[in-house]
């Protein structure tokens, strides 16, 4: 759990150093910093897109994913939780007593939220990190990944606020679930099913990048199955 645990300090560490500066951060700044995140988001994901020579596996396994998302309405039940926490953190404004959310604001909060989890926790580096910290390996990945989500953090926390602060739970539930269950369970994965869940990711990363770089509006949050029916294909695709 090291690994894990030196991550979510990094990004609340990043965070905290983003939203103390904020006020200093011409817009313009911020921008570029976004777009560059875009561009490098896109990046990983294409070259996480190329680990696997099944693209028909890949396709399927986001098809059946953005269904059973969609379904699930997995990005309703985010944008309510984000929306409570940032209640708890303040972010909600009095009207005669109760406390009344606005929505420019909450759906702002959404946006942070979402695309900092997403950013911090899609990807081969956490679950290649999960294997290697969870196998009692010193966490390299984990502490590489670290540099990169705590200055990510400082840019997004710029703009976002105290939603990527709450992003660091996400880190520390994911990637501390994945670390704990990886003597067990990611055993049982061959190199195969690691290369074609870590293609979907990149994929889904690509979609993340659109986002930021607000070239289209992706749902990237209802593909996540994606990456559990890209597993379960794998077990059972035909060579």
């Not at 972010?91 to 997403?118: C, N």
């Not at 290697?132 to 540099?147: A, M």
């Not at 949050?221 to 695709?237: D, E, G, Q």
Request: with cysteine.
């Amino acid at each position: 759990m090291l690994g894990t645990l030196v991550n979510t300090g990094a990004v609340i560490v990043g965070s905290l150093i983003g939203m103390s500066i904020h006020s200093r951060l011409p817009e313009r700044m911020v921008n570029i910093v976004f777009q560059g995140i875009g561009l490098v988001t896109m990046g990983i994901g294409i070259s996480m897109s190329l680990k696997s020579d099944n693209i028909l596996l890949a396709v399927v396994s986001v098809v059946i994913g953005a269904i059973l998302g969609e379904w699930m309405g997995i990005d309703r039940g985010l944008e309510k939780f984000s929306s409570f926490l940032q209640r708890k953190s303040g972010g909600g404004l009095k009207a005669g007593g109760p406390v009344v959310v606005d929505k420019e604001r909450s759906s702002r909060f959404t946006e942070g939220f979402i695309t900092s989890s997403m950013l911090f926790c899609v990807g081969s580096m956490s679950i290649l990190g999960a294997i290697e910290d969870g196998s009692g390996q010193t966490p390299n990945l984990f502490f590489t990944k670290s540099i990169m989500d705590g200055i990510s953090s400082i840019a997004l926390a710029s703009s976002f606020g105290a939603a990527i602060l709450f992003s660091s739970l996400t880190v520390l539930v994911y990637q501390g679930a994945l670390t704990l269950f990886a003597g067990f369970m990611m055993r049982y994965m061959s190199e195969m099913m690691v290369a074609d869940m870590t293609a979907v990711g990149g994929i889904l990363l690509i979609g993340l990048g659109i986002n930021i770089l607000k070239l289209k509006e992706v749902n990237v949050v209802n593909m996540l199955p994606a990456l559990l029916v890209a597993v379960v294909l794998s077990r059972f695709w035909p060579v």
